[in-house]
């Protein structure tokens, strides 16, 4: 290979790399322990007042690419969804791949 061809070659891993970075970077989750490639998982956020959690409720918020990101991951909404009117437990779920697709969902469980 002549020098030219490494050079090449190089800045092309260079340019990947980079590209890699900045692209996986912006879309990962924020809250606890992160995994490069893959991340699943589900923290405590706080308890409630209700004596047990028989039905549940999940509000999530997307994220493509760190650009565009669409949902709704509160409380009232994870409620909603369960059809709960007193909280047992909420839990932060989240959820990315390489940092292309990322999700963050609010589990609520309750009565």
Not at 16 to 23: F, Q
Not at 29 to 40: E, K, N, Q, S
Not at 65 to 72: D, K, L, V
Not at 83 to 98: A, H, M, P, R
């Amino acid at each position: 290979m002549t020098v030219r061809r490494v050079l090449r070659v190089m800045a092309l891993v260079v340019v990947i790399a980079m590209t890699l970075i900045l692209v996986t970077g912006c879309g990962f989750v924020a809250d606890g322990p992160v995994g490069w490639v893959y991340t699943d998982t589900t923290m405590p956020v706080s308890m409630g007042t209700a004596q047990n959690g028989t039905k549940a409720g999940r509000g999530c918020i997307h994220s493509f690419f760190g650009a565009i990101s669409i949902g709704n991951g509160s409380i009232e909404t994870a409620m909603k969804d369960g059809g709960l009117k007193n909280v047992y437990t909420v839990n932060k779920e989240n959820l990315s791949i390489f940092g292309t697709y990322t999700r963050q969902c609010t589990l609520v469980t309750g009565e």
